[in-house]
């Protein structure tokens, strides 16, 4: 019974956490949204990892959201190489840097509690070009899929066939990191309204 739980709890959290992407691919197919490829290039190599990492130690229907937002973000990159945001700056490039060090140190260490430590810190630096991007630019970036994003994860957390450090820590990284970015978006879209007004 528990488990038939966590199964049903682990597919409202897939559905939940992918059902934001459809307005995003929306948006970037209007234009509207420009996403910066090295945040979701890196976004995507992160959470396959954390994916495999988390099956492995017993994540189970947990895991799913992952590895479907695994699969999304991974189109997201290719887009956003094609049309997204095309202004790489010098600190974009060393969040790039950084973030590779970081999978090539997990890589090396092939260690399971390290390679999500690693992952969560590489993860908020892969967040920095998003945020970067988005406080110049608030509305060219989309605050639905970091919400229900986030609120997928949070489900995950109860669907997780093993809760341990290892399978929690890094969607939990992910629900303050996306809670921080949607807040930093609506404050500067409503800073910048308020500007306008006068």
């Given at each position: 019974?528990?488990?038939?739980?966590k199964?049903?709890l682990?597919?409202?959290?897939t559905?939940?956490?992918?059902s934001?992407y459809?307005?995003y691919?929306?948006?970037?197919l209007?234009?509207?949204?420009?996403?910066?490829?090295?945040s979701?290039?890196?976004?995507?190599?992160l959470?396959f990892?954390?994916?495999?990492?988390?099956i492995?130690?017993?994540g189970?229907?947990?895991?799913?959201?992952?590895g479907?937002?695994?699969i999304?973000?991974?189109?997201?990159?290719a887009?956003a190489?094609?049309?997204?945001?095309?202004?790489i700056?010098?600190?974009?490039?060393?969040?790039?840097?950084?973030a590779?060090?970081?999978i090539?140190?997990?890589?090396?260490t092939?260690n399971?509690?390290w390679?999500?430590v690693i992952?969560s810190?590489?993860?908020?630096?892969?967040l920095?070009?998003t945020l970067?991007?988005?406080y110049?630019?608030?509305?060219?970036?989309?605050?639905s899929?970091?919400?229900?994003s986030?609120?997928?994860?949070?489900l995950?957390?109860?669907?997780l066939?093993?809760?341990?450090l290892?399978?929690?820590?890094y969607?939990?990284?992910?629900?303050?990191?996306?809670?921080l970015?949607?807040l930093?978006?609506?404050?500067?879209?409503r800073?910048?309204a308020?500007r306008?007004?006068?």
């Amino acid at each position: 019974m528990l488990l038939d739980y966590k199964i049903l709890l682990g597919i409202a959290a897939t559905i939940l956490g992918i059902s934001g992407y459809l307005p995003y691919f929306r948006d970037m197919l209007r234009k509207r949204i420009k996403p910066h490829a090295f945040s979701w290039l890196i976004w995507a190599i992160l959470t396959f990892i954390a994916f495999s990492v988390s099956i492995s130690k017993g994540g189970a229907a947990g895991a799913w959201t992952l590895g479907a937002q695994g699969i999304l973000n991974i189109i997201i990159a290719a887009a956003a190489m094609r049309s997204g945001e095309t202004r790489i700056t010098g600190l974009d490039k060393l969040c790039l840097g950084l973030a590779l060090f970081g999978i090539a140190l997990w890589v090396v260490t092939m260690n399971s509690l390290w390679g999500v430590v690693i992952s969560s810190i590489v993860d908020l630096i892969a967040l920095v070009p998003t945020l970067t991007k988005a406080y110049k630019n608030p509305f060219e970036e989309s605050t639905s899929l970091f919400i229900l994003s986030g609120l997928g994860f949070v489900l995950s957390l109860f669907a997780l066939g093993s809760f341990s450090l290892v399978t929690a820590l890094y969607p939990s990284v992910i629900i303050v990191a996306n809670t921080l970015l949607v807040l930093m978006i609506l404050l500067r879209r409503r800073a910048l309204a308020a500007r306008k007004s006068r």
